[in-house]
């Protein structure tokens, strides 16, 4: 990989010793993608907690109004996600 020569300006606005790491449209590519892939899944893990704290709220909503077997329908929906 080659680095190149920067301007006195860019040298100033990016410090160090005037050499900067260029990366390829490919590496940036890869890396954009995983980046990507890892922000869905925490963004995936993250909605289905939040999913799942609603309806125990829900759950807890209708067993306090004396609705036992709406909370327990409530809460069993979708079993897989509890955890």
């Known amino acids: 990989m080659s680095e190149k020569e920067l301007s006195p300006l860019a040298r100033q606005l990016l410090g ?3 050499h900067v ?6 590496e940036f590519d ?6 990507k892939a890892e922000i869905m899944t925490v963004a995936i893990q993250t909605t289905k ?6 309806r125990e ?4 909503i209708a067993r306090e109004a004396g609705y036992e077997d ?5 809460l069993n929906r979708i079993p897989s ?3």
């Open 49 to 54: 907690t939040a999913l799942m704290i609603e």
């Open 21 to 26: 790491k260029f990366y390829t449209q490919q």
């Open 70 to 74: 709406l909370a327990k329908a409530i």
């Open 16 to 18: 160090g010793n005037g």
């Open 81 to 83: 996600q509890r955890q």
């Open 57 to 60: 709220a829900c759950a807890e």
């Open 30 to 35: 890869e890396s954009l993608a995983l980046a």
